[in-house]
């Protein structure tokens, strides 16, 4: 199956400071990728979508400010927590899909973001 | 509103047979798939049923009944590792993944 990557894995970072996740497609072209926020024993919960080129679509209650995302190739898409505070403490997950939006999302290993 | 609802927990013994019920209601509908999550990791893909009907794929197989907005994953021979949670999602009319909170399955010997 297609493969996604994402960097870091883990990252601690004191409050106030910026950190920025990248997730890759490494063996398809990535129309469309999604972050996802998961906090301990819950599901999933969708950031915003983006679609390479444009603007990414942040779900209610997301402050686009905060979290700042961009989508500048069909390969690649980077989340910037920006001024963590320890309340931003999660596992952050990145999916990747083609261009066929019934197609199955991919999904990065994940990073465990800490902010002390 | 949407949602989906499946069993926040279930137990089942090494070499046994269970089945993870999950219901939806969506804003239209594209079909259903099944992810497995182990503690710590992201998800992995299992499934997908646009279909009426059973998918069997190995060990695991997955049923869709789009009347009654009903779809179960059912897992044969049970291992140890086979423990993890199982995220059932729906894709909507705006082709939106919509998350159930995941069934967290425990697996004893």
């Known amino acids: 199956g297609a493969v996604v990557s994402q960097h870091p894995s883990r990252v601690i970072c004191k409050s106030g400071t910026s950190v920025k996740i990248e997730c890759r497609s490494l063996?398809?072209?990535?129309?469309?990728m999604f972050w996802y926020r998961q906090f301990p024993k819950q599901s999933l919960m969708l950031m915003a979508t983006s679609n390479e080129g444009s603007k990414a679509t942040y779900e209610q209650g997301v402050e686009k400010d905060k979290f700042l995302i961009n989508h500048a190739s069909l390969t690649l898409s980077t989340l910037t927590v920006t001024s963590a505070h320890p309340e931003d403490s999660s596992f952050y997950i990145c999916?990747?899909?083609?261009?066929?939006?019934?197609?199955?999302?991919?999904f990065g290993p994940g990073t465990r973001l800490t902010v002390t | 509103g949407q949602n989906i609802d499946q069993p926040t927990e279930m137990t089942a013994t090494e070499g046994a047979i269970v089945q993870i019920n999950c219901t939806y209601q969506?804003?239209?509908?594209?079909?259903l798939f099944w992810y497995q999550q182990h503690a710590g990791e992201a998800p992995t893909f299992l499934s997908y049923?646009?279909l009426d009907g059973l998918e069997e794929k190995g060990r695991f197989s997955s049923f869709l009944s789009r009347s009654k907005g009903y779809s179960y994953l059912l897992l044969k021979e049970l291992q140890m590792k086979d423990s993890a949670s199982y995220l059932c999602a729906a894709l909507d009319s705006n082709y939106q993944l919509i998350w159930g909170a995941g069934t967290k399955l425990i697996i004893k010997p």
């Open positions: 999916s990747a899909r083609g261009a066929g939006e019934s197609e199955e999302q991919y």
């Open positions: 049923n646009v």
């Open positions: 969506t804003s239209g509908f594209n079909g």
């Open positions: 063996d398809f072209q990535a129309t469309t």
